[in-house]
């Protein structure tokens, strides 16, 4: 049987644009200018007017997310410092 999209707890479902922005408490706009930026990929589309992001993607795009920040809190960490 199918899984269902609305389940946020399973780690194989795909994400809709309203899931993801409630997911990082930001508004669905503000996922589209991620998109639009490069900051997030593109969400696949699965029909005529069905998008959703695959649960790998979203895994790579927070794994990034921690590394980047990892980097940068670093560099300023000893920006301060100097």
Known sequence: MPQSNTSNSNSGVWLTVKELAA???V???CIWKWVKSG???PPRSL???TR???PEVIEAFESQKQKNF???SMDNHDNKHN
């Open 23 to 25: 997911k990082y408490q």
């Open 27 to 29: 508004t669905e706009a």
């Open 39 to 41: 900051n997030l990929p």
């Open 47 to 49: 029909g005529p007017q």
């Open 52 to 54: 959703r992001w695959p």
């Open 70 to 72: 990892s980097v940068s």
